[in-house]
């Protein structure tokens, strides 16, 4: 079982930046990522990162976020630049159970965080 509790959220104007992490109460081998979810949408993937370094965006944050993961401290990090209004969201941590080629796929994931609010206007 892994716990995953996530900080960093908070306000800020558009064009700002905000840099969100993700702790994990142990190591994490396989997929991580960072989802988000609006009131009456579905969650979506923002960032995902596979244990040899692999990443993947969204098209909506390429060139702006950047995920990383590190593995001496258990925390993965999502760096959020040029924010838009349309980036507020819920945003939470997820990582899978086992081995999976590609981390895109949401229902790959068992281990969820609370979340952190990101608010941009």
């Known amino acids: 079982h892994v716990q995953l509790v996530e900080s960093g959220g908070g306000s800020v104007q558009a064009g700002g930046s905000l840099t969100l992490t993700c702790t994990a109460s142990?190591?994490?081998?396989?997929?991580m990522g960072w989802f988000r979810q609006t009131p009456g949408k579905e969650r979506e993937g923002v960032a995902t990162?596979?244990?040899?370094?692999?990443?993947n965006y969204a098209n909506s944050v390429k060139d702006r976020f950047t995920i990383s993961k590190d593995n001496a401290r258990n925390t993965l990090s999502l760096q959020m630049n040029s924010l838009k209004p349309e980036d507020t969201a819920m945003y939470y941590c997820?990582?899978?159970?086992?081995?999976?080629?590609?981390?895109?796929?949401?229902?790959?994931?068992?281990?969820w965080g609370q979340g952190t609010q990101v608010t941009v206007s």
């Open positions: 990162i596979q244990r040899d370094g692999r990443t």
């Open positions: 997820a990582a899978a159970s086992y081995y999976t080629y590609d981390c895109t796929r949401m229902g790959d994931y068992k281990y």
């Open positions: 142990r190591y994490s081998a396989y997929c």
